[in-house]
């Protein structure tokens, strides 16, 4: 069995194995189907945040239920993230497959020389270099099958976590309509002249007292 055989599993009696440049470059346009996908749920991660944030104080339903959808599609995203990096793992595993077999190609010629230089080459040693690339190799299998098993995510959400952030966004709402009003409240001008001096009344009433007085007298 080839070395692709080994790594990636047999394609059936008679069947072509995979070309590894075919398979790396599906690898990449499905990385770039990705990340557009990350592009798009970003956008609807921020419309929903907005939505939830326009609603906060006026419907209640609405709200919850745009913080929902936004917790659906940050789910989504974290998939996405999981994916890519899975995807990412699995190419340059390829890539590195490929370029060891062209390697081991060059080797395989190299070594050729070398037993037509030296007839008395021991093979043994030959044989357990070999073995340590075959090991390698396997191990490299290993750790791209544990790293490709798809991780679960829980579909519940935390109704008390929902209700917390929306009256976050209902306070930070009322913050901002609290200061445009204190902006818009004129203060009062400062008087620019000065107050009245205060008349003589008492005065002038005792003055009338005395002259009543007087002409009482004279009568």
């Known amino acids: 069995m080839s070395?692709?055989?080994?790594?990636?599993?047999?394609?059936?009696?008679?069947?072509?194995?995979?070309?590894?440049?075919?398979?790396?470059?599906?690898?990449?346009?499905?990385?770039?189907?990705?990340?557009?996908?990350?592009?798009?749920?970003?956008?609807?991660i921020d419309q929903e945040l907005v939505t939830?944030?326009?609603?906060?104080?006026?419907?209640k339903r609405a709200a919850l239920q745009a913080l929902k959808r936004k917790k659906r599609y940050e789910k989504q995203l974290t998939q996405i993230?999981?994916?890519?990096?899975?995807?990412?793992?699995?190419?340059?595993?390829?890539?590195?497959?490929?370029?060891?077999?062209?390697?081991?190609?060059?080797?395989?010629?190299?070594?050729?020389?070398?037993?037509?230089?030296?007839d008395n080459m021991d093979i043994d040693k030959v044989d357990e270099l070999m073995q340590d690339i075959t090991e390698q190799q396997e191990i490299s299998r290993e750790i791209t099958d544990a790293i490709s098993k798809p991780v679960v995510f829980g579909e519940e959400f935390?109704?008390?976590?929902?209700?917390?952030?929306?009256?976050?966004?209902?306070?930070?709402?009322?913050?901002?309509?609290?200061?445009?009003?204190?902006?818009?409240?004129?203060?009062?001008?400062?008087?620019s002249t000065s107050l009245p001096a205060r008349p003589a009344k008492k005065k002038e009433e005792d003055e009338d007292d005395m002259k009543d007085l007087e002409a009482w007298a004279a009568n």
């Open 3 to 44: 070395l692709f055989g080994k790594l990636f599993g047999s394609s059936g009696k008679g069947g072509k194995s995979p070309n590894p440049q075919e398979a790396i470059q599906r690898l990449r346009e499905t990385e770039e189907m990705l990340t557009k996908k990350q592009e798009f749920l970003e956008k609807k």
């Open 158 to 191: 935390d109704e008390d976590e929902l209700l917390a952030e929306l009256e976050e966004l209902e306070q930070e709402e009322l913050d901002k309509n609290l200061l445009k009003i204190t902006d818009n409240v004129p203060l009062p001008n400062v008087p």
């Open 52 to 59: 939830a944030k326009r609603n906060g104080t006026k419907n």
């Open 81 to 118: 993230d999981g994916t890519l990096s899975t995807i990412e793992f699995q190419r340059e595993a390829l890539e590195n497959a490929h370029t060891n077999t062209e390697i081991i190609k060059n080797m395989g010629f190299a070594a050729k020389a070398m037993k037509a230089a030296h």
